[in-house]
């Protein structure tokens, strides 16, 4: 089993910056996948960002230039650096891990709420 622990989120006014964290524990196979995922009221999950073990990253278009995603493999966190932040990126922000091992295994975290407006 994998535990997400996720810290970072908060208020911040249009245009602030805010770095989200993400710390894993349990059994955290080598080949995996760490990101972020976001939720608005109303709307889908949607992903953010996500690094590779191997250190390829993926960005949803809404956030390239303004959020940079990273990871450090010895401590098994993740960080969700976000700039410019505008008030549609409000929505609470999910850690999720997910594991390669003859299939795709998804943990998550609990979600932290991240609010921007003026």
């Known amino acids: 089993q994998v535990q997400l622990v996720e810290s970072g989120g908060g208020l911040v006014q249009p245009g602030g910056s805010l770095r989200l964290s993400c710390a894993a524990s349990?059994?955290?196979?080598?080949?995996?996948?760490m990101g972020w995922y976001r939720q608005a009221p109303g709307k889908p999950r949607e992903l953010v960002a996500t690094i590779f073990s191997g250190g390829p990253r993926n960005y949803a278009e809404s956030v390239k230039g303004r959020f940079t995603i990273s990871r450090d493999n010895v401590d098994n966190t993740v960080y969700l650096q976000m700039n410019s932040l505008r008030p549609d990126d409000t929505a609470v922000y999910y850690c999720?891990?997910?594991?390669?091992?003859?299939?795709?295994?998804?943990?998550w975290g609990q979600g932290t709420q991240v609010t921007v407006s003026s």
């Open positions: 349990g059994n955290i196979l080598s080949l995996n996948a």
């Open positions: 999720n891990l997910r594991a390669f091992n003859g299939g795709a295994y998804d943990f």
